[in-house]
């Protein structure tokens, strides 16, 4: 199996990315670089750029998005982390083939148009993994 190409960004539950963009700009000096909603996740995100990374903001917008569900359970906090990868499809059954359980058998759309794909947190030790294809 092929490595994954690079840590893709770093998604973080919030009730509020206005609320919170402060701290990220500020305290940490993170550069703001859009809203996007992605209405298939009830979810608005907001993307900051530390160095070669994205930090993704994510804000429920309807009570049944899962987020909201998370924020309920969980509170705010790391939600999980997105790794790059060529081949989305390949990599899927690659890893399922391997013993892993998917959330997503088959990609679909996500933030920036990217094909995204989440294994489970029980077949990653605990972390909400997503799987990340730039658009071309």
Known sequence: MEPVKSLNHVGIAVRSIDEQRPFYEGALGAEFECYEEVPTQKVKVGFFKVGDVRLELLEPTDPASPIAKFLESRGEGLHHLA?????????????????????DETPRL????????FAHPKSTHGVLTELCEPAS
Not at 86 to 99: C, P, Q, T, V, Y
Not at 110 to 117: E, L, T
Request: hydrophobic share 50%.
């Open 110 to 117: 996500g933030a920036h148009n990217m094909k995204i794909a």
């Open 83 to 103: 790794f790059t990868v060529d081949d989305i499809e390949a990599r899927i059954a690659d890893l399922k083939e391997s013993g892993l359980r998917m959330i």
